[in-house]
């Protein structure tokens, strides 16, 4: 969707190292989200944000931290990377309430730890 | 939390044939969201469902949400190859859309 961008697409580090994921929206949404999926898990919450410098804990949010300073930019920081880190992570936005049209989701960065 | 399975988690159907997708949810939903995802690509929204009973449907795609709002099912009349993908379900059980649980996923293969 041309409304988010992620950043980068893909990327290989080495363990140990810090990671930041970049997500950027031009869609004014206040809510944002970073999951990531892996085979069997289907999507999972890392961290969201309902506002500037407003975020929480979704359910799998050890070893990362997130920052919004900003309406359009979430950032994803792996402090120290992990093997198990390894997987395809995905921003999602909305605008709130139960909408028709549900979140709108960025393509992806596909980040493995080696 | 609430938490959400999808079955089957595979499918391969013949290109004409019909098919269905299910997602079950362990509580009662607010809002039930189906998503296609190509492999590779982000999640296409499909359709959102929230009233018990209620069907939307979409070219050749039809969901519907059960009178208890915990379950729900995803067919597709006529598969074709455009319809091969991964489909998630994704479940809103606060009432605010504000963070949604998805389910697993299906993988779909249509073949010639």
């Known amino acids: 969707d041309a409304g988010i961008t992620q950043s980068p697409r893909h990327k290989v580090t080495e363990t140990g190292t810090p990671v930041t994921l970049r997500c950027h929206q031009t869609e004014n949404h206040r809510y944002m989200y970073w999951y990531r999926q892996d085979p069997g898990h289907g999507l999972r919450l890392i961290h969201y944000?309902?506002?500037?410098?407003?975020?929480d804990k979704g359910e799998v949010s050890d070893g990362y931290s997130v920052s919004r300073s900003k309406t359009e930019d979430f950032l994803l920081t792996l402090e120290s990377a992990t093997s198990s880190q390894t997987s395809v992570y995905f921003c999602a936005t909305t605008t709130g309430g139960t909408l028709p049209n549900g979140y709108t989701f960025g393509s992806g960065t596909r980040l493995t730890v080696v | 939390s609430q938490e959400l399975e999808q079955s089957p988690q595979s499918l391969i159907v013949q290109e004409g044939k019909n098919l269905t997708i299910n997602c079950t949810s362990s509580?009662?939903?607010?809002?039930l969201y189906w998503y296609k995802q190509k492999y590779g690509e982000g999640l296409i929204f499909l359709m959102m469902?929230?009233?018990?009973?209620e069907e939307k449907s979409h070219e050749k795609i039809t969901a519907k949400l059960d009178e208890k709002k915990q379950q729900s099912s995803l067919h597709i009349t006529a598969s074709q190859p455009s319809h091969a993908g991964i489909y998630l379900c994704g479940a809103d059980g606060t009432g605010t859309a504000s963070k949604l649980t998805f389910g697993t996923g299906t993988r779909l293969q249509v073949t010639l």
């Open positions: 469902l929230q009233k018990g009973g």
């Open positions: 509580k009662t939903l607010y809002g």
């Open positions: 944000s309902y506002g500037v410098k407003d975020t």
